[in-house]
C-alpha cells in the first residue's frame, strides 16, 4: 500500500509560480512511476505530467510544456512540480499518482495510488 500527501497548491496571480510536492509513503517508491494530474470544476480529470522510476523520461501535457517540469527525489520519497508561468486556465485541483510500473504513462487508468489533492487557483 502506497499513501501520497500532496502540498504547495493556492492563490497565485497569473504569471506567478507554485512547486507542488508530493510525498510518498512506502520503501518500493524508487520503483513507481509518479505522474500529475489536474480536474478543474466541471471538467474531468486530465493528464499534466509523468516521469518514470529513474527520471530518466518524463511527459508533459502539450498546454504545460515549457512551463511545468516534473522531477523526483527517490532519496526523499518525493516528486514535485514545478509551476511557472502559470494561467488562469490552470486552476483545478491536482492530484499526485503512482503507478507500480517503472514505465511513466499518460492514461489515468495506469495509476494505482492516489492523493487527495491540492488545490490551485490562478487569479488573472
Known amino acids: 500500500q502506497v499513501q501520497l500527501v500532496e502540498s504547495g497548491g493556492g492563490l497565485v496571480q497569473a504569471g506567478g509560480s507554485l512547486r507542488l510536492s508530493c510525498a510518498a509513503s512506502?520503501?518500493?517508491?524508487?520503483?513507481?512511476?509518479m505522474g500529475w494530474f489536474r480536474q478543474a470544476p466541471g471538467k474531468e480529470r486530465e493528464f499534466v505530467a509523468a516521469?518514470?522510476?529513474?527520471?530518466?523520461?518524463?511527459y508533459y501535457e502539450d498546454s504545460v510544456k515549457g512551463r511545468f517540469t516534473i522531477s523526483r527525489d527517490n532519496a526523499k520519497n518525493t516528486v514535485y512540480l514545478q509551476m511557472n508561468s502559470l494561467k488562469p486556465e490552470d486552476t483545478a485541483v491536482y492530484y499526485c499518482?503512482?503507478?507500480?510500473?517503472?514505465?511513466?504513462?499518460?492514461?489515468?487508468?495506469?495509476?494505482?495510488?492516489w492523493g487527495q489533492g491540492t488545490q490551485v487557483t490562478v487569479s488573472s
Open positions: 499518482a503512482a503507478d507500480t510500473a517503472i514505465i511513466a504513462t499518460i492514461d489515468s487508468s495506469d495509476y494505482d495510488y
Open positions: 516521469i518514470s522510476w529513474s527520471g530518466a523520461t518524463t
Open positions: 512506502g520503501r518500493t517508491f524508487s520503483s513507481y512511476a
